[in-house]
T-cell receptor
């Protein structure tokens, strides 16, 4: 079945440093979504990418969808302590349910 | 105030007992989902429902059962057949079923079975 892998599993950064998490699928995706889960909380939707090569920005967050629609990345510029949490990607094959990656847990040292 | 509620937040049970987790939504969404999250891991789909009186197995349905008698409600029963029931359970909903739609998550129920 469809598998979605995320790396790294954990990342410690100093406040102000940049952070990137990568998402790779074993199959071509029709779309990819990103969610953030704060410690002790529940996942909250951030964004959806649909087009090959698509790039979207939300303030300090930049999301990319690969040309082959099999990978994606989330880049945070100049991390802040409020960015702490686990970031999940979730991809869909046409007509199927979302398959979540294992997540990248981001820890920020002030 | 629209959203998804799950109760209770924490639940403790003895091994061998069935337990039912509640999930209610007032978003008027057709689709509802149950996920399991283990420490340091992603979300795995247990069951989903596209519409009232319909539900489908997800990737890890063994040892679980669900019902969808009302649009607003999608309770999950963790049966004694589930070998490792201790986990964080998340309920979600979306306007329609399928991965093209944003999912809204409830606050979750942390189940501990000893």
């Amino acid at each position: 079945g469809q598998q979605v892998m995320q790396i790294p599993q954990y990342q410690h950064v100093q406040e102000g440093e940049d952070f990137t998490t990568y998402c790779n699928s074993s199959t071509t995706l029709s779309n990819i979504q990103w969610y953030k889960q704060r410690p002790g909380g529940h996942p909250v939707f951030l964004i959806q990418l649909v087009k090959s090569g698509e790039v979207k920005k939300q303030k300090r967050l930049t999301f990319q969808f690969g040309e082959a629609k099999k990978n994606s990345s989330l880049h945070i510029t100049a991390t802040q302590t409020t960015d702490v949490g686990t970031y999940f990607c979730a991809g869909t094959n046409a007509g199927n349910m979302l398959t979540f990656g294992g997540g990248t847990r981001l820890m920020v040292k002030p | 105030d629209g959203g998804i509620t799950q109760s209770p937040k924490y639940l403790f049970r003895k091994e061998g007992q069935n337990v039912t987790l509640s999930c209610e939504q007032n978003l008027n969404h057709d689709a509802m989902y149950w996920y399991r999250q283990d420490p340091g891991q992603g979300l795995r789909l247990i069951y989903y429902s596209q519409i009232v009186n319909d539900f489908q197995k997800g990737d890890i349905a063994e040892g679980y059962s669900v019902s969808r008698e009302k649009k607003e409600s999608f309770p999950l029963t963790v049966t004694s057949a589930q070998k490792n029931p201790t986990a964080f359970y998340l309920c979600a909903s979306s306007p329609l079923a399928g991965g093209a739609y944003e999912q809204y998550f409830g606050p979750g129920t942390r189940l501990t079975v000893t």
